[in-house]
């Protein structure tokens, strides 16, 4: 018998009706700048709130990954937890994740690879209510043919230790990193916007003292960073806005920011976005 994590956030984060919820990604990603490029960013960063407010500058980076539609086959898929106190990494203990859009297999033979990791494990909880991969998949699944995941849960962790991860995971274009994150929380639309660019030229930079309170993502993000560093991957901002942008309130807002980092042979030809 099949396990599948269900989805826990359908009809809040987004629509649970799956022909809603396709229409809305798909308005979304018409609306995003065009990719002026075919060549596809080997990893990404996205944000993961509710589509309302962070859905527009996810689909600025995901519109960079439709033309790998055909190409990409898995998924390496790394977040924050937000309700579990986790040690590492956990991976969910199931054969498939699912959405209103359908199911998506796990691949069983990266999470042999990762279980040899002393800091990564299985813990089931971790992912049962957790956002931050959930709302990545709708996306996904509407930008990707057809793809395996490993989705990654990501506690107390060094950026060592994500960098570990993602260099086990790599593989080859057919492969596609994204990780999972926000940026500031709760600020003035004002105060959000300096400390939000802040934070982006930080990520650009490839720096590796980020904290959470400049993305909630932070340890997946200069994990991300320093694998960069060592494999002289390029970042880009695709995208930087907050939800006082997307959903109209200012007094306090939340930071999103897209990202698109690209492999050394690659990288000179992308400017997308700002």
Known sequence: MVSVRRPAIAGMFYPSDAGVLARDI?????AAQPATSVV?????????AGFIYSGPVAASIYALISPAHARIKRVALLGPTHRVALHGMALPGVDAFATPLGKVAIDTEAVKKLRSLSFVGVNAEAHRLEHS??????F????IDDFVLIPLAVGHASAQQVAEVIDLLWGGDDTLIVISSDMSHYLPY???QGTDRA?????????TDIDHQQACGATPVTGLNLFAQQRGLTPHLVDLRNSGDTAGDKSRVVGYGSFAYYEPSHAATQRPGH
């Open 140 to 143: 996904l699944q509407k930008v």
């Open 40 to 48: 596809v960013p080997k990893a990404i960063i996205a944000p993961h």
């Open 190 to 192: 004002a105060d959000a």
């Open 26 to 30: 798909d308005a979304m990603l018409a």
């Open 133 to 138: 991969l959930e709302v990545q998949l709708p």
């Open 199 to 207: 934070t982006a030229r930080a990520i650009v930079d490839l720096r």
